[in-house]
């Protein structure tokens, strides 16, 4: 079992940044896939971003390409979410997830382990 939780959320400003963290505690001792998703208020939680077990390799949802990098210690047993330039339409509810089969993936469902989220607002 692995647990996360995140961290990081709150109100910015439209043009502005914010930094997300995710640490997992638990079965630590191997490495997991990471992901972001997001659920915004009506409407279904979206895959945001993810990065592989060695940091390596990354995917992003196209609205957020070139705004928010997702990154990771190992050492450290966090993941993070870099979000620059946020839009009023980022506004949701960010949650990080582990997936301990795959190397990398951008499916909600392949993920088996999930945190409780983080609000972020942005104001027009």
């Known amino acids: 079992q692995v647990q996360l939780v995140e961290s990081g959320g709150g109100l910015v400003q439209a043009g502005g940044s914010l930094g997300l963290s995710c640490a997992a505690s638990?079965?630590?001792?191997?490495?997991?896939?990471m992901g972001w998703f997001r659920r915004a208020p009506g409407k279904e939680r979206e895959f945001v971003a993810a990065i592989s077990r060695n940091g390596l390799n990354t995917y992003y949802v196209d609205s957020v390409k070139g705004r928010f990098t997702i990154s990771r210690d190992n050492a450290k047993n966090t993941v993070y979410l870099q979000m620059n330039s946020l839009k009023p339409e980022d506004t949701a509810v960010y949650y990080c997830?582990?997936?301990?089969?795959?190397?990398?993936?951008?499916?909600?469902?392949?993920?088996?382990?999930w945190g409780q989220g983080t609000q972020v607002t942005v104001s027009s």
């Open positions: 638990g079965r630590t001792s191997r490495t997991y896939a």
């Open positions: 997830a582990a997936d301990e089969d795959r190397f990398i993936t951008a499916m909600q469902y392949e993920y088996d382990y």
